[in-house]
Structures are given as structure tokens and as C-alpha cells.
């Protein structure tokens, strides 16, 4: 009986020890740990879920395992990790912030052939120091958004790409809307969105003033840039748009942002392409707008979340290969679709439903095309983004122009000094 | 006599193992990023950075504690007489015109202006190399000194009630001291909603007492009324905690102590000034440190309700430290404004220490 026993006690420990070398090409695959910021966004998470599926079973050497974080804290654990030596292989990164990780070291450029991203649109494309280190699945834009009725009824214009509102038609329009007395505010700029909205949305209207948030041609100081005649004259317009009940300030209600326009609280509303989508099922004479040219032509935003290599992954040729694999048109369509986010290439604008021809959103592909102008590529950007947020919305709560600009450009100018010029 | 003295040594031994989990990681935790922040703060350390870091002495200091000062006269029209304004003030160039690019003034330039005051017919102006760290301070001070004693007053009020014999006295103790249970990042969201300016909990509660009469203050976004807020909501959020260890103080003090005063025809102020008050010396000087140590470290409230509040008015300390070392990615900045907080903090308890001391 005893032997007995042992006989099958070791045939048992026998098998369990062998199976693993039975179940043979599913093991023998490398693990590859991809990371994610979009937790909590079910259509986002169907289409990078389907990537990886679909990576993983077109090929037996490599198996991508995603994981997923919460976009508010994504850039500190990314940070953290670093910090602890445990980066993933592929990794997310917002397309302003990947300057400062290539430059800190915790990114490697990537290994795909240039032609395959040429028809992409720039702001997708992530390069730092001549190398392409991240590239994107899709660009985000920024219109006003509003109501054909809005504008019918109160005889304003409808602005086309050529031919923009001008600095005193956008002014004349606003005073309009608020004697009217019928919203809240005229226009809604967002201010509730507190963080990268800032620096994202209105950076492009200083721009436009012909201003900057750092000299572009040295990166090394943002005196008499962003503190010069034309910053001066942006912060004062801008200042005035509060003073003037024109627009809500940092006080505004995250809800009032979200649901503002559609309730009629407010005519006009600075918004993204990423809430387009609900703009469009509240009412469909909903319209995208170019923005206004304050003088310098009409700016906005480009660049969001790209993909990349870490340095520290041990299979930088495979993790290049997952990137590229993401980039099939079937998928920029897909996220697209899912999110109403713009797709980067032609082809897969084609495809979409939204960015098709005579599409709802196909506006914002050509926007991103004409007017898009991406944040300072620089590692300093971390910072500047931080102050320039700052210096905005104490501007908005009546802190005299002049100083806080002065502050402000002093406090980016010492920053690069003190990194040593970040790489530049 | 020889046995007894290796079993002490013995007994010490092994405490002392005892203690090594919990004095390592005080140690780990708490003693050595204490170390780094002092010699952090003497560095140009950097969050993330592939340069190498430099010793720079006490540049970051004198960044942040840099002062100076400015005595500007009005403007002269071309007869030498002052301008006068429409309002019929005088009329005074912009700082900025002295502190950037001037070479007459060398040891003010990259100052900004941090306050000013009209004397005679001439304006003076403080200047600060770092204005938001001087408002952090002040407004640091300003939120200890209003909330260190109201807090102790309230606290002691609310534990002399729940020291009675009643039926029932569990559950008043037990309703007071639950905000201190509740996290201190839920309290703040709480409240934030309370706060808000169009359709907060407060507005609503002060339009239905006064019929409509008053109008909506937008508590957290005005910056006259942005720090008062967050006093209002850490006092009721901490003010439990308090009451439990003043009700402690008061349990110590002997019943037949309120029987003599009792005895004698005291009344009640007098029963409270002469047998409670003395007997709650040391609990006062407890709970004066502990309040002044908590209110200086005034962070979460501020990182969830304002960020650092409309135009400065509620920056801290410890929530500057943590924008510079964290968001801005400058460590030794950040370990510069620790290494201060410490030592206004030490200064302050080592006061109340000497104020408090017994005096044979």
C-alpha cells in the first residue's frame, strides 16, 4: 500500500514538474510589460486590449501584458519607477513631457523605419535631439465649439479656416453675446480643467498674439518672450475677459465645463476634439470653429499621448516592433472612432466615421493640419508648463500682468540655467 | 550579585532587539531622509536629471530667504512738480524698472516686489526673492496663530460637556470625534462642494436663513476668504482629536477636589479656574505643541481644495515644498523649504517649551 502510495505520489510530482516543458511554445514566449495611462476608459481599453490581443497572437516569440493607471497619476508612478529601477518595455508617454524623460534617460529612441510615419501628422511624431523616440495613434485639437443657431440669431459671422475671426470681430462678438443677457458667459475657456489644459489651450492663443512660452530658438530663456510687448498685450486681453464677465475663471464648476454648452449657459466654448462626441449628441447644429487670429495667424494645440521604448527594457527590438504593429490604419480608425479622437493619417481618417468626408469632426483633421503648433519641445517643459499655469490663472484672478509675466519668464529662464541648459 | 548584573545586561539586550523594527524604520524613514534633506538643500539636486549633481552651498538660502528694499519717489513732469493721478494720488514708475536690467541697483536685480507702503509723498517697497515662499510663510503663520488657540478653546469647551455622567455621553463623544476618523483628503472634497460658489451646501444654507438677502460668496476662490475656509474646515475636522486628549487631562484631575470646591460654594467659573485649570497644566502644554506641530504641516487640504489658492492666499509651506521637490522637479529646492519649516518649527516648540517650564 505504502509503495503503492510513493509510486503515485512520484508520478504525480513527475507530470506537474514536466507540464510546463509539454505545454512548449506558449511559455517559451518573452514577456513584454506595457503600461498604459487610459484606467477607467472602457472604449479606450477595448482598442488597446484588441492590440494586444491581436499582437500577441500574430506572432510566438513576444507576449505583451498591459497594465493600466490612471491618467492623473500616470506621470508620477512612471517617475517613481524610474526612480526604483522598474520601468516597463513599452511605455505611454504624454508627447510634450517625452523631451524630459529622453533627456533624463528613461527612454530609448525607437527602431522604425521613417517611411512608415511619413504620412503622419507632425504633432504625432516625437522627436528629441534628431531621434524619433515615441510616436502617436492618434493628435487632439482644440476648436470653439458652438451652435449654428447661436450664431444665426445673433448675426455673427461663421469664421472658415481662410478667413478666421480677427482680435476685434472675436472682442465685438463677446460684448455682443453678454448684452444679450441670454448666458451665463459668453465663452467658456475651460478654467475648471486645472493641470495640462492650461498650457495645452492657451498657450496657442499667446502664440498667436506672437508671443511663446519659451524662446523656441535657443530653449534657453523666455525673457522678452514670454514677457515682452506682444505676452503683455495676450495677458491683458486675457485679464479683461474675466474683469469683464466674458468668460468664468478659476472658480468655474467642473460640471458647468462639461455640461455648460449644451445647457445653454454658455454661447461659445474653447473645447477639444475629445468632447466632441457629446457636443454632437446634444444638439446637431453643433459647429467646430478655427480659432481667432490675434495677429500672429490662428494657433492651437498639438500632440497627445505616443508610445515608446524604455531604456532599461531588455528587448528594445521587440517592444519597436509592438509600436509598429499598433500603427495598422485598422487600429487609428478604431481609437478614432471609439473616442473621436483624429486619426493621423489620411488613410485612416478615411475610414473613421467622424474625420471621413463631410464627417461631423473632419473639420479638426484639417485643423490640426493648417493650425496645429506643438508645445515647446524641450525637457525643461515639465516646468514651464507648471509656470505658465500659474502665471495664467493668477492673471485671472487680477494679479497685475506685467509682474506675474516678469515672474514667470524669470522663473523658466533660471530653470533651464540651472539644468544646464537641458540638453540643448 | 555577579548573576544579577549580566541579567541585566541581559534584559537591556533584549529590548533593545525589541525595539529594533520600530527604531529602524524610525530611523529608515524618518532620521535619514532628514539627513538628505540638509545635505540636499546644500546641492543642486535634481528629481530626474542626467547631470551630476553640485555642491552649491547656501545659494539655495539666500534664494529663498533673499530680502530687500526700494524707496521710489513719484513721478516729476518737466517742471520738476509730482504728477498727480485722476484720483489725485502720486504717480510712481513700476518696480520692474528698477529690479531688471538696471545697473544702479545690482543687489536688487531679479527681485520682485512683495509689499509697499506710501511714506511722506515717497513709496517704499519690500522686495523678496522669492515672494511665494514669503506669502506661504505668512499665510503658515497667520493659519497657526488663529488656529492653535481657537482650536484648544473649542476642544476644551466640547471635553468639559462630554465629562458628565449621562446617559447617553458615548454617543455625543462618539459624534464629535468621528471628522477626525474621516480621512483628511474626503473631509477636503466634502467640504469643497460645501464651498462652492453657485450651488454650495453653505450659500444655500445662509440664502434660507437671511431670506434670500445674502448673496453667494465664492468661499474658496476669493482670496480674501480662501484661508479662512480651510481654517474653518481643519478646526472642525481635528478638533475631536483634541477634545479626547483634554477629556483625558480632565479625568486625572480627583473628584474629591470638585467636592471641596463643591463644599466651599464655589461657582462654576471659580470651580473651573481653581481645581481644573492648574489641574490640566500638563495636558495644555501637551496639546499647545501638538496643535502648533499639526497646523504648521497644513498640506492635504490645500493640494485638494485650492492648490496653493487665488493669487497665493493659501499657500503653505510644506505644499511649496512638494510643488518645487515634485512638480517641478527640484529637490533641492524643496529640501531647503523643509530644512526652514524645521527650524521655525523647533524655535516655536522650544518657546513654548521655555514659556511652559516649571518654575521652582
Known sequence: MRIKMKKTLQAISYTLIASPFLSGAALAATDLSLWYH???????????????????????????????????SYNDSVIASALAGNLPDILDVDGPVMPNWAWAGYMQPLSIDEKRIEGFLP?????????????????????????????????????????????????????????????????????????????????????????DIIDRTTYASSEGVLNGDEAIAFGEWWQNLFAEGLAP??????????????????????????????????????????????????????????????????YPEAASQFIEF??????????????????????????????????????????????????????????????FEKALADIADGADVADTLDSAADEISDDVQKNAGYGH | MANQGSRLTRQNLHGWLFALPGFGLMVMFVVIPFIFAIVFSLTNQRLISPNPTEFIGVENYSNLLGLGGLVIEPIKDDEGRWVLDSKGEYKYPRTRKFTRNNPDHPD?????????????????????????????????LTFVAVVAPIQSLIALCLALLINQRLRGINIFRTI?????????????????????????????VLASLTFNH???????????????????MSIWQAVGFHMVIWLSGLQ???????????????????????????GLRNTAILVGIVITMQAFALFAQIDVMTNGGPLDSTQTIVFQAVERGYGKQDISGGSTLSVVLFVIVLSISLLQRFLTREKN
Not at chain 1, 50 to 72: G, H, L
Not at chain 2, 182 to 195: A, D, E, G, K, N
Not at chain 2, 215 to 230: H, Y
Open chain 1, 249 to 314: 475663471g478659476t472658480s468655474q464648476d467642473a460640471a458647468d465645463r462639461d455640461t455648460g454648452l449644451a445647457d445653454g449657459k454658455y454661447a461659445i466654448s474653447w473645447n477639444g476634439n475629445w468632447a466632441a462626441l457629446n457636443a454632437l449628441k446634444a444638439h446637431d447644429d453643433t459647429l467646430f470653429l478655427p480659432a481667432p487670429d490675434f495677429g500672429n495667424g490662428p494657433k492651437i494645440g498639438a500632440a497627445s499621448w505616443q508610445f515608446g521604448v524604455s531604456s532599461s527594457s531588455k
Open chain 1, 123 to 211: 504633432g504625432t511624431k516625437g522627436y528629441w535631439d534628431g531621434k524619433l523616440y515615441s510616436i502617436g495613434l492618434w493628435d487632439a485639437a482644440v476648436a470653439m465649439v458652438t451652435r449654428r443657431s447661436t450664431l444665426e440669431k445673433h448675426d455673427i459671422r461663421i469664421p472658415t479656416l481662410e478667413q478666421p475671426w480677427t482680435k476685434e470681430e472675436f472682442d465685438q462678438i463677446l460684448v455682443k453675446l453678454k448684452a444679450t443677457g441670454e448666458y451665463d458667459f459668453p465663452l467658456d475657456l475651460g478654467m475648471a480643467w486645472k493641470g495640462e489644459w492650461y498650457p495645452y489651450a492657451f498657450s496657442p492663443l499667446l502664440q498667436s498674439f506672437g508671443g
Open chain 2, 108 to 140: 536688487i536685480q531679479g527681485m520682485k516686489e512683495w509689499f509697499s507702503w506710501q511714506w511722506d509723498h515717497k513709496k517704499v517697497v519690500v522686495l523678496a526673492s522669492d515672494p511665494v515662499f514669503m506669502k506661504a510663510l505668512v499665510n503658515t
Open chain 1, 326 to 387: 499598433a500603427l495598422k490604419d485598422k487600429y487609428l480608425t478604431a481609437f478614432s472612432n471609439g473616442m473621436g479622437l483624429i486619426p493621423p493619417t489620411k488613410e485612416a481618417a478615411a475610414a473613421s466615421e467622424h474625420y471621413a468626408d463631410g464627417g461631423a469632426m473632419a473639420v479638426f483633421y484639417e485643423l490640426s493640419e493648417k493650425q496645429a503648433v506643438v508645445r515647446p519641445v524641450t525637457p525643461g517643459y515639465v516646468v514651464a508648463a507648471k509656470v
Open chain 1, 38 to 72: 487610459g484606467a477607467g476608459n472602457p472604449a479606450e481599453a477595448k482598442v488597446i486590449n484588441q492590440i494586444v490581443a491581436d499582437f500577441n497572437e500574430s506572432q510566438t516569440d513576444w507576449r505583451v501584458v498591459m497594465q493600466s493607471f490612471p491618467q492623473e
Open chain 2, 252 to 278: 486625572t484631575i480627583s473628584p474629591t477636589l470638585y467636592e471641596a470646591a463643591k463644599i466651599e460654594g464655589a461657582s462654576s467659573w471659580q470651580t473651573f479656574r481653581y481645581v481644573t485649570w492648574p
Open chain 2, 176 to 204: 464629535y470625534f468621528m471628522p477626525v476618523v474621516v480621512s483628511i483628503v474626503v473631509v477636503s472634497l466634502l467640504w469643497r462642494f460645501i464651498y462652492d460658489g453657485q450651488n454650495g451646501l453653505l450659500n444655500s
Open chain 2, 214 to 232: 445674502f448673496e453667494p460668496v465664492d468661499w474658496l476662490g476669493n482670496p480674501d476668504t480662501a484661508l479662512g475656509s480651510i481654517m474653518v
